[in-house]
């Protein structure tokens, strides 16, 4: 049996507010075997046309893939 690849995609837009909290939820995320990309808010924006689908964990969806669904 094929085992599915779990992904997080964490944008972070202000460091100073998000940064430890969105470490934590990646370090739990990745126990629980999933791939976790985290960075600048654009940035993960940009990478997510050329990743696998997953969760985007923001307060709102990046507008390019918004408009391609």
């Known amino acids: 049996m094929k085992s599915i ?3 997080l995609y964490l944008p972070i837009e ?3 507010r998000e940064q ?3 470490l934590i939820l990646a370090y739990h995320a990745l126990k ?3 791939h976790v990309m985290i960075g600048d ?4 924006e940009m990478a997510l046309e050329s990743f696998p689908k997953g969760i985007f964990f923001s307060k709102g969806g990046p507008p ?5 669904e």
């Open 20 to 22: 430890d909290a969105k």
């Open 5 to 7: 690849e779990k992904w």
């Open 14 to 16: 202000v460091k100073v």
């Open 41 to 44: 808010h654009i940035q993960v």
């Open 32 to 34: 629980e075997g999933y």
């Open 64 to 68: 390019m893939v918004l408009e391609k």
